[in-house]
């Protein structure tokens, strides 16, 4: 466990008695160390197949709450991140809606950019039917233009 940013850091620890001492970084004996290949086998074999209590994983759960999520997660990218990375970021953060905002007919299927920005904000994408998200975005004509040229 790492002490480094613990409040009884170099004090007697209030649960245990112990001074804790930052072992981070260099001041861990096995910095810039590392396990040999079969070391690696033997903690993986060591750990499969173990399944944490009910009591463990809430414990984990609460600790690790709200720690990496977002712009804490050492890997955010921003705004800088792939069409559908972006997409999924919307799904996961913009509530599903039963019908489509365009027609109100038809059930919402496909998450459509407003803007054409693609930027990180919920407001800028809407859930549409299959047909509306099409019709926006061109493709209808598309299909179209393709099923006259196949029919001829």
């Known amino acids: 466990m790492s002490t480094k940013n613990c409040k009884f850091n170099g004090k007697p620890c209030p649960n245990c008695g112990r001074v ?11 910095y810039g160390k590392k396990h040999i290949k079969e070391s690696l086998i033997k903690m993986s074999e060591s750990s499969k197949g173990r399944i944490a209590s009910k009591e463990t994983r809430e414990k984990m759960s609460r600790i690790h709450k709200g720690k990496k999520l977002g712009e804490n997660n050492p890997m955010w990218k921003g705004d800088k991140v792939s069409f559908n990375a972006l997409h999924e970021w919307i799904r996961n953060h913009k509530p599903k809606i039963e019908l489509c905002e365009r027609c109100k007919k038809e059930p919402s299927y496909d998450l459509a950019n407003i803007s054409g920005e693609y930027k990180r904000d919920i407001n800028d994408f809407e859930w549409l039917c299959r047909s509306c998200h099409m019709n926006d975005d061109g493709r209808i004509n598309n299909l179209k233009q393709y099923q006259e040229e196949c029919h001829k």
């Open 20 to 30: 804790h001492k930052d072992k981070t970084g260099k001041n861990n004996p096995f």
